[in-house]
């Protein structure tokens, strides 16, 4: 008789205590899709606002009302109504982060590969190496008034460095391709495209194609990031006036204001810090305005 009692007790107190189980289940998992989508949406806005169309300034409302929809159930305990919310949020966040990868990758390989171009790389590889033959011109002691110049057209002044800093073209070169072929491996990922082949995607590989869709504009930013370097170390001895240009203390430097980095790359060179590209065009056209009015 005691034992009967004792299972019927369980099994009422079981029932009693399933609905807290699961609605703190539901809390948890509204509390992480609440943190996990706020950081992504972050990291996500400089990326939509420097490389805008006007599609993807659509999408980019889109996902601000969506979320501030789920979150206001997610507030309000709704937790059934705020998971199918950020479920769906998080889907178009994989399609638009998938239209960003795609145009990162380019721009990356675009960058990497102008870059090379218009700096000469190979022409660098051959010419600027310590075991090579012109290096025995540059070593010698040179007499400005009396000897013949060693440098001319194809070994400008300004490029001797090279004989020093041939490494870090190597190394700039060689790891913005890693990255820019990590970018394209991981956006590749065939155990991607079978998480999105899925019907119905769970959660946790919702969760992952978003992170790793994040890993590649992150390779992609490091790979043009070391193609604006070759531009920097190019133009090494280019003056870069801009603290009498636009008055700025260094600590205020900003990619905007670098003149050794092509206009067309600036953009990238902004994104790659993370900043937004309007807020420092208008920056710096405001600072400009204000050093020619004194």
Known sequence: MK???????????????????????????????????????REMEPMMINFQTDDRKKDQEKLKKNFEEATFEFFGQNYDGSSAKYYNLKLEMVRILGQLCTEYINRSKEILTTAATENKVVDIFMNYSKSGSYYAYFKKPFDPLNDISPYREDFPVQDFHFFLDLRHVENYMRYGHYHHFEAKRIFNDPELAFFKSKKKIPQMELDYIIERYIYVIRHCRYAKQLGIEIYKLKNKFTPIYYQDKYNLRKSQFTPIFDDRIPEKFIIDAVDNAKLIYPEELARKNKIAEKVNKQ
């Open 3 to 41: 034992l009967i009692k004792y299972i019927t007790f369980i099994a009422i107190s079981l029932t009693l205590i399933q609905p807290n189980l699961y609605a703190l289940s539901a809390i948890r998992q509204c509390d992480k899709d609440y943190r996990f989508t706020f950081g992504i949406l």
